[in-house]
């Protein structure tokens, strides 16, 4: 049966322009042994053949309609409507408007999240990335998305730039489909979540497998720290299909919604990327 996901995300596929003429995933016989992160396609633009990791980000995003046309029509990813719609229903379960959350999207990309934010009535939009290719496909794509898009490494961010962000009262933290890779160490997403105003707003998702004990790329460690200190309060906890595998497993994440309790002590950030978080 379609979801109401991939209902939205076709009719807004079928507006968008782009030059490309196919999308190739590669055969079982080449897949068999690829994780989640070295999984790769061959698309073919103005005939010209070109092979792409799904995790080079830089080269997707060049290409109009790439992203669009590989992780939400084939792959039928889901997770940008999923954690938005949860995010919704749990602020209106709190008495509060969509409408009234200024959110900072984390990891904004060609502006996927951020273009669920303002279907939901959400006007205040700042997006954040550290690849300038980001930045230009969303402003390429989504034009009048965001109030303001950053270029910015939130593991070394500048102080007038946390300043400026600061002075937005920004209440709502969006990071959707870029934590657990290495795409966002635990630190960006501490500094990001440190410049959310108190009470606040959290919704996140990452793959099941990284919040288990055996994890190790931190974030286990981190939610499990951040709820211990009173920093974040968990509202909302949900598994469901991320998106398809190319071989056609289902990938499962987990999606978060949590309010922010206190402001995060200076010490937590610094310790984010420490394997000793605990």
């Not at 792409?52 to 590989?70: K, M, V």
């Not at 288990?212 to 299909?241: H, M, N, P, Q, T």
């Amino acid at each position: 049966m379609t979801t109401s996901a991939e209902t939205v995300w076709k009719e807004r596929l079928s507006t968008m322009e782009t030059s490309i003429e196919a999308i190739q995933l590669p055969g079982k016989s080449d897949d068999e042994q690829l994780s989640q992160n070295e999984e790769w396609c061959v698309v073919t633009v103005e005939g010209s053949r070109k092979r792409i990791r799904f995790h080079d980000y830089a080269s997707i995003y060049e290409i109009p309609g790439l992203y669009e046309g590989l992780f939400y029509d084939r792959l039928k990813c889901i997770s940008p409507f999923r954690v938005s719609r949860l995010l919704a229903d749990v602020v209106r379960e709190r008495g509060q408007r969509p409408e009234d959350l200024r959110a900072l999207d984390l990891g904004a990309g060609n502006g996927m999240v951020g273009d669920e934010l303002h279907s939901l009535g959400v006007k205040t939009i700042v997006g954040i990335d550290i690849i300038p290719q980001a930045r230009s496909a969303a402003m390429r794509d989504r034009k009048g998305i965001y109030q303001e898009y950053l270029v910015a490494d939130m593991t070394d961010l500048a102080r007038d730039t946390a300043q400026r962000l600061v002075a937005k009262e920004l209440n709502c933290l969006t990071s959707v489909a870029t934590l657990g890779f290495g795409d966002i160490p635990p630190k960006a997403f501490t500094t990001a979540l440190s410049l959310i105003s108190t009470p606040g707003w959290l919704a996140f998702n990452i793959k099941e497998d990284f919040l288990y004990e055996r994890d190790d790329s931190g974030f286990a460690r981190l939610v499990r720290k951040l709820s211990r200190l009173g920093v974040i309060r968990i509202e909302a906890y949900r598994r469901y299909r991320h998106r398809l595998a190319i071989d056609g497993r289902p990938l499962y994440y987990v999606a978060m919604i949590a309010s922010k309790q206190k402001q995060i002590p200076l010490s937590s950030i610094e310790e984010a990327d420490s394997p000793r978080l605990q």
